[in-house]
């Protein structure tokens, strides 16, 4: 059957090229810049989005001190069932891997030293920043425990126990929920948790390096590659691949755990790099980074379901589809099989929008949308949302244009349309959903004015 883009479509793809031809870059956020010697100040960065309701969730809340509660495995994991067993400490599990010649002896005695230090540190610090090093050094104790602190798990848990003695010993002391900062030298965004410390934010520093690409200046080269590089170093092997852990306790989930809109921004992010810099390499890397595509939870994030698949918010929480998480995991494979000529990002991406193209109509409540099935969006959460719709919207409104006009070329028929649906898909679920999502909008806003 041969379907034609009905005027409502032709429409809406009007109106959003308008929107997007007079859109302007994210104004400068304020970030704090800690330097070498304790010394903070606030900086304004251009390229830093401003922090989406993604980034600082409105339900984050402090978790309990590790084994602070009697419950059978409310806390930390235990190394082990008998006491007569020796727990795993993390000298010991960085000998082990020295002995196994999968580090260095070179690397066992920097990561002992930061380890080390930050203990001492945490000896020597009083009340809030007290706590919250020692939340940070228990979290990764409790990846020694479990035997969880691999090879290429280092850099990353490693790094963030180091920046944290950085910040906490500068005597600054306890920082709001969600502040950001960066460390001189460095370009990864971090953030505070409170009651976890300060953490590597993946999506705000794969948001930044998205900036950066979008100035679309070629000055801007140099620092996107370095962000490249840096992003890449603190990746981890994880479900046949690699993936970008967070080290905190969130949500009842205890580190290392992934994120599906994290997991696809990199991709996203990535593909751009690599295209902008003429580095495939870094195509290369994105492709490993399907893996968490690919695979279940908890190492992974797919769900199977009967219309295709869905991609978890959380590693941890397979039976939790957030809406705005799904849908810009999609983005990011959408971009990267598009830039890049993945067939792999393509047919996981295909697998998803299948599931997409459902769960987009039941986010829609009639006069709001669903964070998640059953829990309506806040404003914020509501506006993310509307957002990574349209971003499918457009996507797949320009694939349609872009493939019809080949298919015209090909044929010599100016009046030629795709009939393959499964390959290229209609883009109207997430159009018209966008519309309504901006309406309701409007109406609240008229409503309260």
């Known amino acids: 059957m041969v379907v034609r883009r009905s005027p409502v479509l032709a429409a809406l793809a009007l109106l959003l090229l308008a929107l997007h031809a007079g859109a302007t870059r994210a104004s400068a956020a304020t970030i704090l810049v800690v330097d070498g010697h ?26 309990a001190p590790a084994g602070s509660s009697s419950r059978p495995g409310a806390g930390e994991p235990r190394a082990a069932s008998s006491r007569k067993r020796r727990k795993r400490t993390v000298a010991g599990e960085l000998r082990r891997l020295r002995r196994a010649k999968a580090i260095s002896a070179a690397d ?92 590597i934010q993946w999506l705000g520093t794969l948001g930044r390096m998205n900036e950066l690409y979008l100035a679309d200046r070629r000055g801007y080269d140099a620092p996107l590659g370095a962000m490249a590089d840096e992003v890449l170093r603190y990746a981890s092997d994880r479900a046949g691949g690699i993936a970008w852990e967070y080290q905190f306790r969130f949500g009842g989930g205890r580190p290392p755990w992934i994120s599906s809109i994290s997991q696809g921004t990199a991709l996203q992010a990535l593909a751009r790099a690599g295209e902008r810099l003429r580095r495939p390499e870094l195509f290369a890397h994105a492709h490993e980074a399907l893996g968490a595509f690919r695979a279940a939870p908890p190492s992974g994030l797919r769900v199977r379901v009967a219309a295709g698949s869905q991609y978890a918010g959380y590693s941890y929480a397979p039976g939790t589809l957030i809406y705005n998480m799904f849908f810009q995991s999609l983005i990011g494979l959408h971009d990267f099989a598009q830039i890049a000529g993945d067939g792999a990002a393509r047919r996981l991406w295909l697998d998803g929008e299948r599931e997409a193209r459902v769960a987009v109509r039941r986010a829609d409540s009639g006069s709001w949308s669903y964070y998640r099935p059953g829990k309506l969006s806040d404003t914020g959460y509501h506006e993310l949302l509307r957002d990574f719709v349209r971003g499918l919207c457009t996507r797949m409104l320009d694939d349609r244009d872009r493939e019809e006009a080949a298919l015209r070329e090909r044929t010599g028929d100016p009046d030629a349309v795709l009939e393959d649906f499964e390959s290229w898909p209609d883009p109207a679920p997430y159009c018209e959903t966008w519309q309504a999502f901006n309406r309701y909008l409007k109406e609240r806003s008229s409503a309260r004015g």
């Not at 304004?44 to 809340?61: I, Y």
């Not at 380890?115 to 228990?138: F, M, P, Q």
């Not at 850099?155 to 500068?170: D, M």
Request: glycine share 6%; hydrophobic share 40%.
């Open 38 to 63: 304790g010394r903070v100040r606030a900086q304004q960065d251009r390229f830093l989005p401003p922090p989406s309701p993604a980034e600082a969730p409105s339900h984050w809340r402090a978790p």
């Open 108 to 199: 066992e005695r920097r990561y002992a030293a930061v380890h080390a230090r930050a203990r001492r540190d945490a000896r020597r610090l009083k009340g809030s920043r007290r706590r919250e090093l020692r939340a940070v050094i228990a979290n990764v104790d409790a990846l020694a425990a479990a035997r969880r602190l691999t090879p290429s798990r280092l850099p990353v848990a490693f790094e963030t126990l180091r920046r944290n003695a950085q910040w906490w010993r500068s005597g600054k002391g306890v920082l709001a929920y969600g502040q950001r900062l960066r460390f001189a030298g460095s370009r990864l965004v971090w953030q505070a948790y409170p009651g976890q410390g300060v953490q």
